[in-house]
Every structure is written in C-alpha cells, then in structure tokens.
C-alpha cells in the first residue's frame, strides 16, 4: 500500500457507548460468578482494558498470542501460540476477548484448544465482526458492530504494527 486515506467508521463515543453496553450484558451473564478474561494479543488489548473497567462483576485476566502460520497458509486454519496462558483454566468461566473476527479461523483453533483444558464455561466477545469474509461456521457470544468488509485500524487494529493507537476504528483505503 502506498498513500493511504482513512476514513472513520466507528468514533470513540461510539465504541465507548457500546462497550458499556456490552459490559452490562456480560455482567448479567456473569451474576453472581466471576469470570475470566482471555485477551487475545495484540489487537484486542486497547477493548479488553476498556471492557474490562466497565464491568460490575469480579474478573481475572489472561493473555495469550496467536499467529496464522503466514498469509498463503491462512486459509489451512494452521495457527501457533506465540504465548500461552500463564494459569489453568480448569473449571474456569472464560470469556475470550477479540477485536475482530474475520475468517474465524483464529477463534476457531483458540476455542478447540481451550475447550481441551475443561473450562466450566467458554464463551467470545469480540468488538467487531465481519461475517461476510468468514471461513468457518463462527458465531461470537456477544458483539460489538458488524462490519462491512473494509480494512480497520485504530483501537488496537494495526497496518504493518501502526495506527493501533488511534482511539476510533477508521477505514484505510489506497489512495486512488
Ligand atoms: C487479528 C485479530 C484476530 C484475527 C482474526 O489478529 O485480532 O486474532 O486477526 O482473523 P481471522 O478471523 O481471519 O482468524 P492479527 O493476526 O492481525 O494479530 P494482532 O491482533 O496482533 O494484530
């Protein structure tokens, strides 16, 4: 990509509004348990530190980080953990935090590996969802916005590492 144009799609009102929102279906779906988060690195960190502080239940959180084994072998659903979790998740009520689910190829692998250690329960959010693009049936718990299939950064979504800091969601375009 040479020169780029950004556009925004979603503003940080926006996304602050609706991660409230979000937060308070969790709590309810939590009443009275606690549940643990797992954040998937790195672009769901800037979400998982926002939901997070909104939610009215007790929460523990955990970081783990994934790679597709490069583009060309994306589609073969290959996937490695960079870095797994640090704790046991045995009889645990995880919730998986996501920024985006595109193919769901990631999910997909995060949850049958997880699933493998015998949490009580598991279940996803993610901020963004993009099911036009999707690979493998995928359905998130809870989401934030769907999405057209446009290209996003901001709030933690990068190109080649940049934009992550960018408190709304814009689309990147090249410049015709
Ligand atoms: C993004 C996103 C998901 C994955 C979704 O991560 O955070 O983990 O891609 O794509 P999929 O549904 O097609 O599998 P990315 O590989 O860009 O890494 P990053 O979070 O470190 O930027």
Redesign the pocket.
């Known amino acids: 990509m040479g020169k780029e144009r950004m556009t925004v799609l979603l503003s940080d009102l926006e996304i602050a509004r609706r991660v409230k929102e979000l937060a308070a279906e969790i709590s309810r779906e939590y009443a009275g348990g606690k549940v643990t988060l797992v954040c ?5 960190v800037v979400f998982a530190s926002d939901l997070m502080r909104c939610l009215e239940i007790p929460v523990e959180i955990d970081f783990m ?4 084994y490069g583009s060309e072998t ?1 589609s073969s659903g290959a996937v490695r953990i960079l870095k797994d979790l640090d704790s046991s998740i045995l009889g645990k009520d995880l919730l998986i935090v ?10 997909d692998y995060i949850c049958k590996n997880l699933l493998s250690r015998k949490p009580r329960s598991l279940k996803v959010v993610t901020l963004l969802d993009k099911p036009a ?1 999707r690979k493998v049936k995928f359905t998130p718990d809870f989401c934030g916005f769907e999405i057209p299939d446009h290209f996003v950064i901001g709030y ?3 190109f080649n590492e940049d934009y992550r800091q960018l408190p709304g969601i814009c689309i990147l375009q090249p410049e015709p």
């Not at 998937?40 to 769901?44: F, H």
């Not at 980080?65 to 597709?68: I, K, L, Q, R």
């Not at 996501?98 to 999910?107: A, H, N, P, S, Y």
Request: proline share 0%.
């Open positions: 998937v690195l790195k672009g769901a980080a994934v790679s597709s994306k996501e920024d985006i689910v595109d193919t769901g190829l990631t999910l693009r933690g979504l990068d």
